[in-house]
């Protein structure tokens, strides 16, 4: 399959800057290497609050405040990262002038517990784990923390989070909410090598599948969504069609054969940031003036969804991405595969799906389809003409050096007319008992 989506991306220079400015392996790569520098000065001191610890390391980026625990030099990498995020979100989605700025702070923890203790205590927020946007009377901001946090989790995680803050203080909770989530899909799963983005085959057989059955909500019915009826639908949708609808809403609002679609995208986000109402705003800036124009305009869509490729490599990553979250289940579990023909029969018998589902930039994948354990689909290895080899494509394990025995085996493609990337395994924080999480490299 080709990476439509890729370069369909190209063509809208505002949002090429996202792969262009902001590196995540500068941002986090930190994560596995510089993370493990952190010295046991944070053991040793009394365990006072974290918020009095970092009391004395606020620093003044560009787009935030910064109050960090971590090592200087990951703390200023990652908020220089921001930056240039915030600033490319900001030229990708027309400029928007914010309604209020007031206090942007960026918090790094390296504390999952430290992170969720300082948002109630400090902000009256339930946090997650992870990076995301925080908004409450006592502050907002983003917080972040990759404490036994895959890499590719934490920085699509970084890119939805400084999304959402852009949004929000554009738009306050005027966007529609499932523009508002598919936007953070969209700005999550672009690569910062610009190779990547776009939709893995299983979010897009997600949309091919609820379009092809009808339980696809119309675009009148998604525009015309309060957040509380987004909410509601979304705590029923066990499945995330509708998450995955909101995602292929937005790529078929932005996709180009020049500029237009985002020119279209743009005015209308602008309208919603000067006070424009939602749904006044987009049937304005897409002429939808009668239930025959959003009839048409749905049509659209849905001929969009039905036939929209997905990429190959976003399907690779997807992939590997579970079988990673499934060798760490398993490990909990006391054990470990000997083989990948191993790790299929023990997914396949668990029936398991992938716990990332839902979060930025990830569709759900699962056991109940047996592509998944294939780098690439059938039907795509018959059109890339392969050369003829004793063996198909196929995923293998890959023996840690003996220098780390202790670490998992890695899984690599072979005699695949894909790009050759693999599933390694790093550590995120020094203590021998630190968990192992994994990493996709090429």
Request: glycine letters at 8%; charged letters at 25%.
């Amino acid at each position: 399959m080709s990476n439509n989506y890729g370069n369909n991306l190209k063509l809208s220079s505002g949002l090429l800057l996202l792969v262009v400015l902001w590196d995540v392996s500068e941002v986090a790569g930190h994560f596995d290497s510089s993370w493990l520098s952190i010295t046991s000065e944070s053991q040793q001191v009394a365990r006072s609050s974290w918020w009095d610890r970092s009391a004395k390391r606020i620093t003044q980026a560009e787009t935030h405040r910064v109050r960090s625990d971590l090592p200087p030099l990951v703390t200023r990498t990652t908020a220089e990262g921001i930056d240039r995020l915030w600033l490319s979100i900001d030229d990708g989605l027309g400029k928007l002038r914010p309604r209020s700025r007031g206090l942007q702070q960026a918090l790094f923890f390296s504390t999952h517990e430290d992170l969720a203790e300082t948002m109630r205590s400090q902000f009256a927020v339930d946090a997650p784990s992870g990076a995301f946007a925080f908004f409450s009377p006592l502050g907002q901001g983003i917080a972040v923390c990759a404490e036994d946090t895959p890499r590719p989790v934490a920085a699509r995680g970084l890119s939805a989070a400084v999304g959402g803050e852009y949004l929000r203080l554009s738009c306050g909770a005027d966007l529609a909410p499932v523009l508002h989530a598919g936007v953070l899909d969209y700005l999550a799963r672009l690569d910062a090598n610009g190779t990547g983005g776009g939709i893995g085959e299983a979010g897009a057989a997600v949309v091919r599948k609820s379009v092809a059955s009808a339980t696809a909500l119309s675009m009148f019915e998604l525009m015309s969504m309060t957040t509380q009826e987004w909410n509601d639908a979304i705590a029923k949708d066990s499945s995330g069609a509708l998450r995955e609808q909101a995602a292929s809403v937005v790529r078929f609002l932005t996709r180009s054969s020049g500029s237009t679609a985002m020119g279209y995208f743009q005015n209308f986000l602008r309208q919603v940031a000067e006070g424009t109402q939602s749904f006044e705003a987009f049937s304005a800036v897409y002429g939808l003036r009668d239930d025959r124009g959003w009839e048409a305009f749905d049509k659209q869509w849905r001929s969009f969804a039905k036939s929209e490729k997905s990429s190959s490599v976003e399907t690779l990553r997807e992939r590997l991405a579970y079988f990673g979250e499934g060798m760490r289940m398993l490990d909990g579990q006391g054990g470990r595969p000997a083989d990948f023909e191993a790790l299929v029969v023990a997914l396949q018998d668990r029936k398991f799906a992938s716990p990332i589902a839902w979060g930025p930039g990830f569709s759900k994948v699962d056991s109940t389809n047996s592509s998944v354990f294939t780098p690439i689909d059938p039907y795509e290895q018959a059109t890339k003409n392969p050369p003829k080899r004793s063996k198909s494509c196929r995923f293998e394990f890959e023996a840690p050096p003996k220098e780390l025995p202790d670490r998992p085996a890695s899984i690599v493609t072979v005699d695949c007319p894909v790009d050759r990337v693999k599933l390694t395994w790093v550590k995120t924080r020094p203590e021998p008992e630190a968990l192992w999480v994994w990493e996709i490299e090429r």
